[in-house]
């Protein structure tokens, strides 16, 4: 009978295993990450060890396995945390410390960029981590308190948002709670906020960069990008493409990162361009965020460039120092800018 069992356990496995080398999906949207491609036989020294990788990324019910594995170290091991990541009402959050050297670098940055440009009319705006609205740090608060010190011109937009205007399973704000923060914006360019009509499109597959760390079982969010006829139309300039781009991206929808249909994802440097506007220059300096919060300015603003420092250098710009600047950044980019060139 022992016998019998052990023979059946390993023909249980050995099917399951070979079901796998059968399975081709290239990526997995719970992890976001691409999966191991089949190795190549010929002069492969690691060829089995490459097969154990292959077979472990494409085993049938691995995405089962791994939220069982979740629901066990959250329900019975009480692990509330995977990753620095934690979950709370339904809710996935990461866990973070102020870093002030780090506020003291982007602080130097901004201060150089204003300084070298001769900028004068400017504003700096943070964007809280959703933690601040679940109690769960004071990371948003302690960054607030110090930057407001030491920037001219700063503001939170923790006054506009809410827990619900973010993502379940990621670190963004969906576009449709947007408004907020679209407001204060024109408030601070001193343009007169307009009604407009918009097309909301949803995609209710997208899990978040947090979703992939913390590996429990969720519902996927649902994904909004709000278009009209003007955002239908608008092109888009990048420095790394040849060809002008759409202002959504719908094929980035089967990407490892969904939210990346806003503006093509990470860029250095996007122009928009708005014929219907005339003379209303605005210069953003951005992280990810901004990728779902620029299309919403485009029928304000004659013109919008966008510009990343994580991936483009300030001793490339050639800023016009009267156009209206901003510097928009996630409180997680202001915790860890030494990425910023």
């Known amino acids: 009978m022992k016998k019998l069992l052990i023979i059946v356990f390993i ?33 492969n020294n690691n060829f089995f060890d490459d097969l154990d990788k292959y077979l472990s990324d494409h085993f049938i019910f691995r995405q089962d396995f791994r939220e069982v594995k979740g629901f066990v170290n959250y329900n019975l091991f009480n692990i509330s945390i995977n990753n620095n990541v934690t979950i709370k009402d339904d809710y996935l959050f990461e866990l973070s410390e102020v870093n002030y050297k780090s506020l003291d670098n982007i602080v130097s940055k901004i201060n150089d960029i204003v300084s070298k440009f001769n900028i004068s009319d400017y504003d700096v705006l943070s964007i809280p981590l959703k933690n601040h609205y679940a109690g769960l740090d004071s990371t948003s608060d302690d960054i ?7 920037l001219d011109n700063y503001y939170s937009l923790k006054d506009v948002l809410s827990l619900s205007d ?7 704000i969906k576009q449709e709670c947007l408004s907020g923060v679209v407001s204060r914006i024109l408030e601070l360019c001193e343009i007169e906020e ?6 909301l499109n949803t995609y209710d597959r997208f ?3 947090l979703y992939a760390k913390m590996a429990i079982k969720m519902e996927p969010d649902t994904l909004t990008y709000m278009t009209n006829d003007l955002l239908d139309g608008v092109k888009v300039e990048s420095i790394e493409d040849k060809e002008l781009l759409d202002v959504y991206n719908v094929g980035e929808l089967e990407s490892l990162d969904p939210y990346s249909i806003y503006l093509n994802g990470p ?9 219907n506007v005339k003379d209303r220059k605005l210069i953003i300096f951005r992280d990810s965020y901004t990728s779902s919060i620029a299309p919403l300015l485009v029928p304000y603003f004659s013109e919008i460039e966008l510009i990343d420092l994580r991936y483009y250098s300030s001793d490339l710009l050639n800023i016009d120092g009267d156009a209206k600047v901003l510097f928009i950044y996630g409180s997680e980019v202001l915790n860890n800018s030494f990425s910023i060139k």
């Open 11 to 43: 023909s249980f496995i050995s099917l399951f295993g070979f079901i796998s080398l059968f399975n081709k999906e290239e990526i997995s949207i719970y992890e976001r990450r691409k999966l191991k491609a089949f190795p190549k036989i010929k002069d």
């Open 144 to 150: 607030n308190d110090y930057l407001s010190g030491k």
């Open 166 to 172: 973010y993502y379940r399973t990621d670190i963004h």
């Open 194 to 199: 307009k009604d407009i009509d918009y097309v």
């Open 207 to 209: 899990y978040g960069s």
């Open 267 to 275: 860029k250095a440097y996007l122009k928009i361009v708005n014929e």
